[in-house]
């Protein structure tokens, strides 16, 4: 018997809230893996780690949240993306693994701290990497058969897919960057500062480049951004990427600490609501829908009961933990 809810498209928006709360809060610990070659000096990068010491672990629980929330609510359209996202996933997976011991073990030796920190910054570039090339290969679109993955093993790669990867490469430095500012103090806070003017710039063509590629992907990106009456719709996001975007230079010239990173936060959520225009009604792009990848009615009933319980208990202790460890971190003071 139907309740009278869309519990696909609930589902839908539980699995696109978790995943990008994982791409804003793992995204500037990975930001700051990428950065830290610029950052030569150890005391500087040790200020840098404890910046993220308390809370990077947790970051990842959105990730298997997305992930497993994929698999349980859309078995059908988990089964033909996984396959064709394997590689780019194993390496994603791999460069988590990297960044994740490279964090602890580089506090317990000195011998091997330089291997370790070319770890680390290694793991979070690939990682970044590998989650930029997963978004742009599913955006232009994966070969299905049926109910089957039909494409080949390298169809992931495209110069599309490198674009994308690049892009989010740089908006996770910009989110560490504009971390870094907000968390740190001195030389090191100045650097960051700079830095984010870099990339602040380099982040506005890379989406610029991924707006204006997207709809030559599919006569359906074009329609439902251009054609009339959907502009009324879309065209409030780019404008208010242009405002975001203006309060975030001011922001940076005058040097307000705290409000570049939460201005950054807003231009990846309105990145991630262009995507979600573009991608609406399809969980696989231009081949199944949200509905038709739904599991059954009554495991979507089952598993809201529990996500309705473990998600607010999910933001109450990350809230708590980012309460307890807010403000500034200075070089000598550190939680390892």
């Known amino acids: 018997m139907s309740i009278g809810i869309d519990l696909a498209m609930i589902w839908a928006f539980i699995i696109a809230f978790a995943v990008f709360v994982y791409v804003v809060m793992d995204g500037f610990d990975l930001g700051l893996g990428i950065l830290f070659p610029l950052f030569p000096q150890k005391a500087d990068r040790d200020v840098i780690m404890n910046t993220v010491a308390p809370v990077?672990?947790?970051?990842?629980t959105w990730l298997v949240l997305g992930g497993g929330g994929m698999?349980?609510?859309?078995?059908?359209?988990y089964a033909v993306l996984m396959p064709a996202l394997y590689t780019p996933m194993m390496?994603?997976?791999?460069?988590?693994?990297?960044?994740?011991?490279?964090?602890?073990?580089?506090?317990?030796?000195?011998?091997?701290?330089?291997?370790?920190?070319l770890a680390f910054a290694g793991g979070s570039l690939v990682a970044t990497l590998a989650q930029g090339i997963a978004l742009g290969a599913i955006l232009q679109g994966i070969h299905v058969d049926g109910r089957h993955y039909a494409g080949g093993?390298?169809?992931w790669l495209t110069p599309?897919?490198?674009?994308?990867?690049?892009?989010?490469?740089?908006?996770?430095?910009l989110l560490g960057a504009t971390w870094l500012v907000m968390k740190t103090e001195g030389e090191l806070r100045d650097r960051a500062y700079q830095l984010s003017w870099v990339l602040l710039i380099a982040m506005l063509g890379a989406i610029g480049a991924v707006s204006i590629a997207t709809p030559f992907l599919a006569v359906q990106y074009t329609q439902r951004w251009f054609s009339w009456p959907n502009i009324i719709l879309t065209a409030p996001v780019p404008i208010a990427v242009a405002a975001v975007t203006a309060l975030l230079l001011r922001a940076l010239a005058n040097r307000f600490d705290l409000q570049p990173f939460f201005l950054v936060l807003v231009l990846f959520a309105l990145s991630y609501a262009g995507l979600g225009i573009s991608m609406y009604p399809y969980i696989v792009p231009q081949s199944i829908t949200i509905w038709e990848a739904a599991a059954p009615h009554n495991s979507q009933v089952f598993m809201l009961v529990g996500v309705s319980i473990l998600i607010p208990l999910i933001l109450g202790y990350t809230a708590w933990a980012y309460w307890v460890f807010r403000g500034k971190v200075r070089p000598g003071h550190g939680y390892h």
């Open 56 to 60: 990077w672990d947790g970051n990842e």
């Open 71 to 77: 698999m349980a609510a859309f078995p059908l359209a």
């Open 91 to 117: 390496a994603m997976l791999l460069g988590l693994v990297f960044r994740g011991v490279a964090f602890e073990f580089r506090w317990r030796t000195q011998k091997a701290r330089n291997k370790w920190d």
């Open 153 to 155: 093993w390298w169809d």
């Open 160 to 173: 599309f897919s490198i674009l994308t990867g690049i892009a989010l490469v740089i908006g996770y430095a």
